[in-house]
T-cell receptor, first 112, second 114 residues
Framework: NAGVTQTPKFQVLKTGQSMTLQCAQD?????MYWYRQDPGMGLRLIYY???????DKGEVPNGYNVSRLNKREFSLRLESAAPSQTSVYFC???????????FGPGTRLTVL | AQSVTQLDSQVPVFEEAPVELRCNYSSSVSVYLFWYVQYPNQGLQLLLKYLSGSTLVKGINGFEAEFNKSQTSFHLRKPSVHISDTAEYFCAVRPPSNTGKLIFGQGTTLQVKP
């Protein structure tokens, strides 16, 4: 099992460009999450999907959109990147809402 | 709103010494508590969790944590650290809802020196 995989690992964007971060899990988990990690602030939830076909906002959703493509995949899109979105992005999944979350290796994004 | 406070941003310690990483949370109701570890340039890995039952929870790599409801704390301890324990440690709380959302603390960097 690969667990939770994320692509790309690194990305540099210019302000105003768009991109999609991909996440996939092979553990048959129902719930998936997107976090961003910034120094001194821990991880903050951007969006989550409790089950296939549903998505909800987290703590910091502005500037992002998500798609739960199927049970395995949950993508995060930046429509018009801003320097404030420079961060490390983590995808996570869990079997159900109340179970522990498993994390991917992260995507390091820099917006110039 | 729920919050998690990790009282130390950095904890330097010598190899084979004991260590305690402190975590306090704000909640007047029952919550689930977690400690995660992040090694350099990697994702987060679960160390241990408290859901219910015994207040002393044992995790991987010799770590343990004690849930103290009256002090709303969940401190992480290890009696003897190794160089390989150098990492960032995150305390997290799951509020009593069915959304599965985690609220993370700011993180504590454990630096183990030879």
């Amino acid at each position: 099992n690969a667990g939770v995989t994320q692509t790309p690992k690194f990305q540099v964007l210019k302000t105003g460009q768009s991109m999609t971060l991909q996440c996939a899990q092979d553990m048959n988990h129902n719930s998936m999450y997107w976090y961003r990690q910034d120094p001194g602030m821990g991880l903050r939830l951007i969006y989550y999907s409790a089950s296939e076909g549903t998505t909800d906002k987290g703590e910091v959703p502005n500037g992002y959109n998500v798609s739960r493509l199927n049970k395995r995949e949950f993508s995060l899109r930046l429509e018009s990147a801003a320097p404030s979105q420079t961060s490390v992005y983590f995808c996570a999944s869990s079997y159900a809402n109340l179970n522990e979350q498993f994390f991917g290796p992260g995507t390091r994004l820099t917006v110039l | 709103a729920q919050s998690v406070t990790q009282l130390d941003s950095q904890v330097p310690v010598f190899e084979e010494a004991p260590v305690e990483l402190r975590c306090n949370y704000s909640s007047s109701v029952s919550v689930y508590l977690f400690w995660y570890v992040q090694y350099p340039n990697q994702g987060l890995q679960l160390l241990l969790k408290y859901l219910s039952g015994s207040t002393l929870v044992k995790g991987i790599n010799g770590f343990e944590a004690e849930f103290n409801k009256s002090q709303t704390s969940f401190h992480l301890r290890k009696p003897s650290v190794h160089i390989s324990d150098t990492a960032e440690y995150f305390c997290a709380v799951r509020p009593p809802s069915n959304t599965g959302k985690l609220i993370f603390g700011q993180g504590t960097t454990l630096q183990v020196k030879p």
